[in-house]
Nanobody
């Protein structure tokens, strides 16, 4: 399983970024794919997940209404459109496979390297 996140950068509060996750090494269509983030000194936070067959999305409360997850199975790619960014969204964002919600928390079976998102105030 290989997952490569990209698209991070520096943006002002209120701005937007779109992250991409390119996947390889497995049957992409069969897996739910999602995103989690890790900020310095904070616990890992599951951000979003999109189902394999139904494409049903899940969002953490902290990003609901601002972030949109989507997938393009023909390109083996998942996207995370992030709008109305806030300084508290600053973190390294990772994409992961086999995401599922357990007791309201997103967990992931595997993940790749992340991409840094920095939101300035």
């Amino acid at each position: 399983v290989q997952l490569q996140a990209s698209g991070g950068g520096l943006v002002q509060a209120g701005g937007s970024l779109r992250l991409s996750c390119a996947a390889s090494g497995f049957t992409f269509d069969d897996y739910a794919i999602g995103w989690f983030r890790q900020a310095p000194g904070k616990e890992r936070e599951g951000v979003s997940c999109i189902g394999s067959s139904d494409g049903k999305p899940f969002y953490a409360g902290s990003v609901k209404g601002r972030f949109t997850i989507s997938r393009d199975n023909a390109k083996n790619t998942v996207y995370l459109q992030m709008n109305s960014l806030r300084p508290e969204d600053t973190a390294v964002y990772f994409c992961g496979a086999e995401c599922t919600v357990v007791a309201g928390t997103l967990i992931f079976g595997s993940w790749g390297q992340g991409t840094q998102v920095t939101v300035s105030s």
